[in-house]
């Protein structure tokens, strides 16, 4: 049984969403992450490898440790004790010809770890599906695939409760110059997609 919660935060006018999710058994992660507008503005996360393997006990202790550091975050985040930098970006930049909005039905994608998601040759990939309104999306299809790569390499899943997604797989030998990692969802008429260049040994994907 995964745990998790989600809690939106008003602090000086300004809405927060926290969102603290157990990551399975297989990483013992619980992984908690501060959004304003669908950007990740503060993350927080702590092992639980110790409560391994899990049972009854060990699983209501695993509830607590969700709950208590889900209610931590969010006191911080109203006392005044966990101060965010909010990005300036509410004022528009006057532009010659402004950019035409998104699609209203763009699923919006986001790597949770783009520092972290390679460990010598496994790859972890954690991404975020949400929709226009910045609300998570679950059962949305997720396909990860490396272009570039000396053979075929392509993986998919679909989103969880909470809109998140998660990879785990060896990456493939990169053959060419134009090596990327595409990330897509799906979800209906909905769609979205990320890609980053890879260099030849990876170690943190730049957007193109």
Not at 48 to 59: A, E, F, V
Not at 71 to 77: M, P
Not at 177 to 196: M, Q, W, Y
């Amino acid at each position: 049984m995964l745990f998790g919660h989600n809690t939106n935060v008003s602090v000086a006018g300004k809405t927060f969403h926290v969102q603290t999710e157990d990551l399975g058994a297989a990483h013992a992660i619980i992984d908690t992450a501060v959004y304003f507008r669908g950007r990740v503005l503060h993350r927080r996360t702590n092992n639980y490898s110790d409560l391994l393997p899990l049972d009854s006990d060990r699983q209501q202790a695993l509830k607590l440790r969700v709950d208590d550091q889900h209610r931590a975050v969010v006191e911080e985040l109203r006392d005044g004790r966990l101060k965010l930098v909010v990005p300036e970006n509410e004022k528009p930049v006057p532009r010659a010809a402004p950019s035409p909005p998104p699609p209203s039905n763009a699923l919006h994608l986001e790597l949770l770890n783009p520092r972290t998601w390679l460990s010598g040759k496994r790859a972890f990939l954690q991404v975020a599906v949400r929709d226009p309104s910045d609300k998570a999306v679950e059962g949305a299809k997720v396909l990860a695939r490396v272009e570039g790569a000396g053979q075929p390499a392509e993986y998919s899943t679909e989103t969880g409760p909470f809109g998140h997604a998660q990879f785990e797989f060896d990456m493939p030998r990169l053959a060419g110059e134009d090596v990327a990692l595409v990330i897509e969802s799906t979800k209906g008429n909905a769609r979205g997609h990320l890609r980053f260049h890879l260099r030849a040994k990876p170690h943190a994907p730049r957007p193109t």
